[in-house]
């Protein structure tokens, strides 16, 4: 059975050929992720997903089925790609989560804590929220990401979303753009989308959001969010707070045109 | 109750192909939680596949298997709208069994 | 011992099927419980070799292991294992540096392909050995595979 | 990167009728400030003056595709007067604990424990020891960087220098201060110059 062992030997021995090396690697974190895409795990949790629309909750006793995501009562199928957008009833710019929280608040009778309470799933604990999201986003499968910038604050969402991207601070000095303003570049082994790179964009937002495996869970654009200000050395991000919805925009519609296809499967 | 499994069974050839996705946490037993407590282990033991009342595959698990587990195999005999039926039982006796219709092939 | 295992749990899926038509069971119920403890608590690959029936187990080039080289995180590491061996009666997957080295064993009836595919975790790089037990021997391939340390590091 | 400051012009020009933008650029600044506050809230040691931009954060945010070279030459300045190098003057540790710092990402994050130390996370950007497969490539490699360049003295300074205020050398780099911020102390800063410098290194075989 030692004999296995030599061609690690030997890969170890050859390594200073760096750039062979750094190219096998390349191609072999390429081949795991390929050998990921037969099977997403996300799908459990947009079935979960579908069930939550349905299921009635609240004071009002009331499910989300006549929540309007934007494209009228109840319309779910190609919500999600045009999204964030500009909501007369509420006269707030919102992105999908914090229009869910609008529907649970004003559909079902919670309160917007109520509608918050566990924005994110752990081991064990899953989310509404995200299993909601898992399942929405799925239903806008093969669709073009189209956020709408007709509305005065959906514009001014964009422009200030674009200067929270390049705002630097805390004790790191980073911004989104220290990460995300280059092309080809990689943060360890993983690739780093340059957000500011329209094709770039549109597969990172098209991506999201996401089933983990690190993880094994589905994660959305607002967790995509929180956990990058946390790693940036941020306070914490609050949950459908206006900056990340104006950075959800910002990011939306440098992808737009783009195909989405999520939630994906990502390490 | 443990959420419903997603398979497919779809004909390849003569042959059906199955891929399944469990919902199952797979706790090693190792992981501690946010307080610093081990979590128990708490995973999928035995999994059953099984076709026209004879079982196509068995599987006996560990806690190395995946959270959200997937398994894909295949075998011969099946026929598109027939039915492949799959169980799986934890640690704690907790269960599941679902099952799904053979898809035409490709 | 395997042919007299697979004999039970064909009639325990015949009554199963049956039981569920007539409506008695509840779903789950019936189901096969042996889990075989020993081979899950061994520590090394001879080890859970031993506590699955084996004396020892030979080298084989019939069996292929169909993994990444580098997995991009040690949490989830796809790997499918297909055995050209006459006769194949079960594949079993060891993660040798893992806390416990055994981490499944599939019962592969006859007429059931050779092959299985799952997704499994290593605490780090190691060694994943594929063994077969084929007309009542036990065959083996072995592969490193590199578990990376990912992402912003936090 | 400038494509992206013209974008939403270009974008005007393209839908002339509907098209104003709403605000200009340092009310947009202003606005997103504000918004940035109230979206925060405190959590473990990260409290919302974390917001707060000192002179290098907030001209390097204004200027995303480079300052102009003035005012980068005046940052450099001021920051070169920032650095304070060890009273003891032993710029070189163990190569083996820079290895350590290097592959350690936790410190200052708002879940991260205040009271224990913080890596620096070298190869989340940077190729060092090849031993390492999984590094980034934000920055250069610094493979062999000792080995092409010795251990004197100045070459000592300069590396410390640059991991204690990475703003000294080169204006908006998008390397953390590690020293001026208080991320590593003066001894892992020297531990992490031998990773770089000595023949006995890893990054120097």
Known sequence: MRIDRLPAMMLAALLPCFVAAQQDTQKEIERYRQLLQDGNPSELFEARGAEHWKAKRGPKNTSLEQCDLGLGAGVVKGAYVRLPRYFADSDKVEDLESRLVTCMVALQGLTPEEAKRRPYSGPGQPSMMADLVAWIASESRGMKIAPPQSHPKERLAYQTGEKIFFYRAGTHDFACATCHGEDNKRIRLQDLPNLTNAGDAQRAFGSWPAYRVSQGEVRSMQWRLYDCFRQQRFPEMQFTSDASVALTMFLAKRAEGGTFDAPAIKR | MADPMRIRANMTGDKVEVKVLMAHEMETGLRKDAKGNLVPPHFIRNVTVTHGGKTVLSAQWGTSISKNPFMHFRFKGGKPGEKVTISWIDNKGDKRTDEATIAGGS | MDSKRREVLKTGGGVLALAAVAGILKPGEGLAQEWNKAAFDTKSVADTVKALGGSGSTPSGAIEITAPDIAENGAVVPIAVESKLPRTQAIAILIEKNPNTLSAEFEIPAGTDPFVSTRVKMAETSNVYALVTADGKYFHAVKEIKVTIGGCGG | ?205
């Open chain 4, 1 to 205: 990167m400038n494509f992206d400051i013209i974008a939403p012009a270009a974008l005007c020009a393209a839908m002339l009728s509907a098209c104003a933008t709403p605000i200009s650029d340092a009310e947009a600044e202003r606005a997103a400030v504000g918004m940035l506050k109230a979206s925060f809230k405190p959590q473990g040691q990260a409290g919302v003056d974390r917001l707060n931009q000192d002179e290098v954060q907030a001209l390097c945010s204004r200027y995303p595709n480079g300052l102009p070279k003035d005012l980068a030459e005046k940052l450099e300045k001021t920051q070169l007067a920032t650095i304070r190098y060890p009273a003891s003057g032993k710029l070189m540790g163990d190569w083996r604990e820079g290895e350590r710092i290097a592959q350690s990402g936790v410190g200052k994050q708002f879940n991260d424990d205040p009271k224990g130390p913080s890596g620096g996370n070298c190869y989340a950007c940077h190729r060092l020891s090849p031993r390492e497969l999984s590094f980034g490539t934000i920055g250069p490699s610094l493979y062999q960087f000792g080995k092409q360049r010795g251990t004197g003295d100045a070459v000592q300074r300069y590396a410390y220098g640059k991991i204690y205020n990475s703003e000294a050398f080169s204006a908006c780099s998008n390397m953390p201060r590690f020293g001026h911020n208080g991320i590593l102390t003066e001894e892992q800063i020297a531990h992490l110059v031998a990773l770089l410098l000595d023949p006995d290194s890893p990054v120097n075989k």
